[in-house]
């Protein structure tokens, strides 16, 4: 079917791929993030769990110029009173509005002045908005991958020690995990609600009678 891919074209590209290649680029790409991750750690006071502003804004300068390396600014051109993707032709036509659109010209309105575009320059905005909000997006997430990997070094340097396992004894009147205060807990509950097989006073008995049998 036109403008589909074949499955077997795609089976021959997929078994062109050199796993190799591609699982050394991966495991590269996150010795790198675990490197920035600790660097941010080291740098950035409270990171992970907090962020001062300053900290904020300094790194979403970085991730909108990595941004901007990977989406260059495009031309636009004004059409029937709308800005549409310049073409070679209206490149050429001095006659024709133009105007170059990316990140640097986006960002360099301040949040107040961006707004204010909607009702100043609609069509420009209508442009910019969108491009705007996808910076935006990959900038938080930019920074919740980082925040992300700085966790996981913090738990893996200072694990949380495990608590030791109760014996079966212990569990069984445990106040946080054991199965006797939830029965009675459960019960108390369901009878508030109404429910007439809830009957304490039976419960008690049968805890009672059970634990005379089991223990020592």
Partial sequence: MAGQDNPFDLEIKMKNVDLVDLGFAQAGAGDALTSHAQTAIASIVGFPDEVPDEARADLYVGYRKRWDMN???KLYAMIDGNYVLATAEMEKN???EKVEIGMTQIFGYSQQEFGKLS?????LYGVMKPIRAQITD??????ADLK???RKI?????PTPRAPNLDFSDWLMDKEKG???EMQAKCKTAKKRGDATADEARLREAIAAFLAKWKP
């Fill in 71 to 73: 989406h260059p600014a």
């Fill in 94 to 96: 001095k006659k024709i």
């Fill in 119 to 123: 009702t100043a320059q609609p069509a």
């Fill in 138 to 143: 990959y900038c938080s997430g930019a920074l």
């Fill in 148 to 150: 992300s990997k700085a």
């Fill in 154 to 158: 913090i738990k893996k340097d200072n």
């Fill in 179 to 181: 199965i006797i205060p």
